[in-house]
Each structure stands twice: as structure tokens, then as C-alpha cells.
């Protein structure tokens, strides 16, 4: 039986190393799957996919928390039902009280329907009073889980609605939001990699090829490429000017 801990961000700018230090100080043993997550990525979450493909019965995911597993209620518990129904244990360090352990010590908490008093018309009356009883742990454990994943989706709702109305008063306000207009990002690794191309490309003061200059480097095609054509723009506003 395997234990795994899923670890999930939904932006670049977040740090995941949080949840990965939770769940290894529960979780000594976890072996550890991360994954860097948005919303509308086309990609999809592609870690939990491949692991929901390996998870076996009586394997162990452990989240640190269930607005991890999903950020929709709807399909948190329909995932949810679907990995209990596999025999699959989930674990969540801030819910615990979802945990497949509990909901299950909650179904094996029912009482027998099917009493023996000696009196037919009884055993039916008591049979449907504990049925009933049943009927309501049950919806009752599994209302827990649909609130949970619920509170969870609403925080991250929360957070984005916050997110718009401060963007909107900071523009309201006059506030400059994100990259001033026709301003270029400067990134700390481009200045070394502009003065390395100025060097080896032969479309400068170097005499490589652009794949040469490339492998020498060690940058992607693309970002070459960029940092060329921003040379060359330079190059031409200095002689205008």
C-alpha cells in the first residue's frame, strides 16, 4: 500500500514547498507529487491525472486541504465518492473530519434494520425507523464532505472577486495596474544573454548561427529570438537618434 501526497499551485507566483513540508511531517513516508495548476490551463491537471490512473485500493492521497483535490465542489465529490468507492483512503491535514476513515466509521456506526421482537407488525415499524436513521448518517457524513469542498470553492471565489474589485478602485484611483504601455520587461538574465549574442551572432560582431548560438548559450528558441529582434530595435533607434 502506497502513500502519496498531492501538492498543488495555481500560479508561478505561489509557493508549493508549504503544503509539501505538511504533508511530510504527517506523512514521513509520502511520496511526494507536485503540480503547477490553473483553472483555464488547456493542459489540464495532468500530475493528478497520472496518479488517479496509478492510485490502487487501499493506497492513501493526502492533501493538505480539499481545495486542493478540487476548486469545484460539484466535482470534489464526485472525485471524492469515486476514489472511496475504489477503496482508495484520502487524507486531508485541515479537514480532517472528511476523511475517508471518518465517513467510513460513520456508515459502520448503522444499526441493524432487521430486528427480531417476535411481532411482525413491530420488526416493519422498527425496521423502517432504523432504515430511516441509517438513511440520515449516511446523507448525513456525506453532507459533510459537499459543505467542505463548498467552503472551499467559495474562499477561492472570494479571493478572485477581491482580486477584481481592488484592481478596479486601484484604476479608479488613477493607480497604474500591471505593465505601464509600451514599457518592455526587463529580466535580470536578459542583459547577459543580449551582450552574449551581440558576441557570437554572426548577424553581429560574432560569426555562429543562430542554432549555434543557441546550443551556446543555452536559451529556448524563442526567447533567442525575442532578445535578437530587441537588439536589433536598439540598434536602430541609436543610429536614429
Excluded: W
Aim: charged share 25%; aromatic share 8%; glycine share 6%.
Amino acid at each position: 500500500m502506497s502513500v502519496y501526497g498531492y501538492c498543488r499551485i495555481s500560479t508561478l507566483q505561489q509557493n508549493i514547498e508549504r503544503q509539501v513540508r505538511n504533508i511530510a511531517a504527517a506523512y514521513p513516508a509520502a511520496h511526494i507529487v507536485r503540480e503547477v495548476y490553473t483553472g483555464t490551463a488547456c493542459r489540464g491537471r495532468q500530475e493528478l491525472d497520472k496518479l488517479l490512473h496509478v492510485v490502487q485500493p487501499g493506497d492513501t492521497i493526502v492533501f493538505d486541504s480539499v481545495s486542493r483535490m478540487s476548486r469545484s465542489a460539484e466535482e470534489g465529490c464526485a472525485l471524492y465518492e469515486a476514489l472511496y468507492n475504489r477503496g482508495v483512503t484520502l487524507c486531508f491535514l485541515k479537514e480532517p473530519h472528511i476523511n475517508t476513515d471518518t465517513y467510513k466509521q460513520a456508515l459502520q456506526r448503522q444499526v441493524s434494520s432487521s430486528p427480531e421482537t417476535g411481532s411482525a407488525a413491530t420488526d416493519r415499524f422498527v425496521s423502517g425507523i432504523m432504515d430511516a436513521l441509517n438513511r440520515y448518517t449516511a446523507d448525513l457524513a456525506k453532507e459533510q464532505i459537499r459543505l467542505a469542498f463548498a467552503q472551499a470553492q467559495k474562499e477561492v471565489d472570494d479571493l478572485h472577486q477581491r482580486t477584481r474589485e481592488g484592481i478596479l478602485t486601484a484604476r479608479l484611483n488613477g493607480k497604474q495596474i500591471g505593465q505601464t504601455p509600451g514599457r518592455k520587461l526587463t529580466i535580470k538574465k536578459s542583459a547577459p544573454c543580449k551582450e552574449q549574442i551581440k558576441k557570437y551572432s554572426r548577424d553581429f560582431d560574432g560569426t555562429l548561427t543562430d542554432a549555434d548560438c543557441i546550443k551556446l548559450i543555452g536559451i529556448a528558441r524563442n526567447t533567442y529570438y525575442k532578445y535578437k529582434r530587441e537588439l536589433r530595435e536598439e540598434l536602430t533607434r541609436n543610429m536614429e537618434s
